[in-house]
């Protein structure tokens, strides 16, 4: 069974302050991993696609790393309106093309 | 820009009614799903369709029907609403191997 976990569940950092969120899956085969930023009360937003071991992609202060077990979502020098819920959702190569969520890291940047 | 709309962004429905959640995307997606989101359990997939009259049960499908009758148009229905169905829907969409476009999510209250 494809799972995910994402850590921490929580992180609260001072503005400027660099720091990374963990995404460890294990899937059947990986299509593509998937990172979205979620504001409070709105559906998730695509940030980035990662497919291979080794790729990485950035935007802005955020830059994405993949793992054969492991995604990275590296943020630097962050400003408060960084401040969102990330959430990863790998996607297996096998079956059905259905996005299986992590439960998501909620970033606080403090001024 | 992609558009991904559900009909309503409030929804307050008593225990027994029959409960119908629109969406609707305008990108010609093949794939479209629905999740539900809840504090500390993430986004739980409920059902997901990869064509027009083809559906797959999510993870969570008991209590929820779907019906996909064009390719533009999902619907989620609550065939009869109970109070531990309040939570946020949201409705997503995507093309064959490529990230999913959220909705803006449809906060419902059974009461």
């Known amino acids: 069974e494809d799972q995910v976990t994402q850590s921490p569940e929580a992180l609260r950092l001072q503005e400027g302050e660099s720091s990374s969120l963990n995404c460890s899956y294990t899937v059947s085969g990986l299509r593509g991993l998937f990172w979205y930023r979620q504001d409070p009360g709105k559906g998730p937003e695509f940030l980035f696609t990662l497919y291979s071991a080794g790729e990485e992609k950035e935007k802005e202060r955020l830059k994405a790393t993949l793992t054969k077990k492991e995604s990275f979502l590296h943020i630097t020098a962050p400003k408060p309106e960084d401040s969102a819920t990330y959430l990863c959702?790998?996607?297996?190569?096998?079956?059905?093309?259905?996005?299986?969520f992590g439960q998501g890291t909620r970033l606080t940047i403090n001024p | 820009d992609v558009k991904v709309t559900q009909s309503s962004r409030y929804l307050v429905k008593r225990t027994g009614e029959k409960v119908f959640l629109e969406c609707v995307q305008d990108?010609?997606?093949?794939?479209m799903f629905w999740y539900r989101q809840d504090p500390g359990l993430g986004l739980r997939l409920i059902y997901f369709s990869y064509d027009v009259k083809m559906k797959e049960k999510g993870d969570i499908p008991e209590g929820y029907s779907v019906s996909r009758e064009k390719k533009e148009r999902f619907s989620l229905i609550l065939e009869s609403a109970s109070t531990n169905q309040t939570s946020m829907y949201l409705c997503a969409s995507s093309s064959h191997n490529t990230e999913a476009f959220f909705g803006q999510g449809t906060r419902l209250t059974v009461v």
């Open positions: 990108m010609d997606h093949e794939n």
């Open positions: 959702a790998p996607q297996s190569s096998l079956g059905a093309q259905k996005l299986v």
